[in-house]
Structure formats: C-alpha cells, structure tokens
C-alpha cells in the first residue's frame, strides 16, 4: 500500500501525552521523508514535524519541544509522540510521505485534546 495509514487517535485531556503511529507497507519505506500536517476545522492544512530518511527531525515552532517524530524502518513506522497536549492541538492529524515529486497522504486521524 502506498499511502499511509495513521493510528492513535483519541481524546485526552490537557497536559496528558498521545502517540500517532504512520505505517506504510513496502520495502522502500526508509527512502521516504516522513511528515505529519494537522488541519484545523475550516482552516488550512498546517505541517507540524518531519523526519528525514537519514533521521533529521524539523518541528513547527507550536509543537516545539513538545512532539518528537521518529521512525522505524525495519517496523516500516513512524511514530509522532505528543507530550503536554493543549485544547488547541485538537485537529486531524494526516501523515505523508515523499520520495522525489511523489507525496503519498493517510486519511487522517482525529486528536481531540478537552477537559
């Protein structure tokens, strides 16, 4: 399966942690660059975090020291790892992948952080 498939999902309260799982089958899944986008009700998707094939980590300045995105490439995941979630990380999350002009996009799972 090309795109990816995303896990994890739920709702939480403020402060607590949440783990994304993004799965692709294959054996060429470490060829790809692993991101995580968000989109908020009725607003524009946003990128959130990535991870290089070769394991280098960029964040959103929102999620910053709060998220860490990391991958296993024998286990063909990638896990985004959510500490201290705020009501206003509450949004789809959608993992993609690239590999040259090629982006491949999950379906989305919902993070609903509310007390």
């Known amino acids: 399966q090309v795109e990816p498939v995303e896990f994890g999902g739920g709702l939480v309260q403020p402060g607590e942690s949440l783990r994304l799982s993004c799965e692709a089958s294959g054996t060429l899944f470490g060829r790809f660059d692993m991101e995580w986008y968000r989109q908020f009700p009725g607003k524009e998707r946003e990128w959130v975090a990535k991870?290089?094939?070769?394991?280098?980590?960029t964040y959103a300045d929102s999620v910053k020291g709060r998220f860490t995105l990391s991958r296993d490439n024998a286990r063909n995941v990638a896990y985004l790892q959510m500490n201290n979630l705020k009501p206003e990380d509450t949004a789809v999350y959608y993992c993609a992948r690239t590999w040259g002009s090629n982006t491949y996009w999950g379906q989305g799972t919902q993070v609903t952080v509310s007390s």
């Open positions: 991870i290089t094939r070769d394991g280098t980590t």
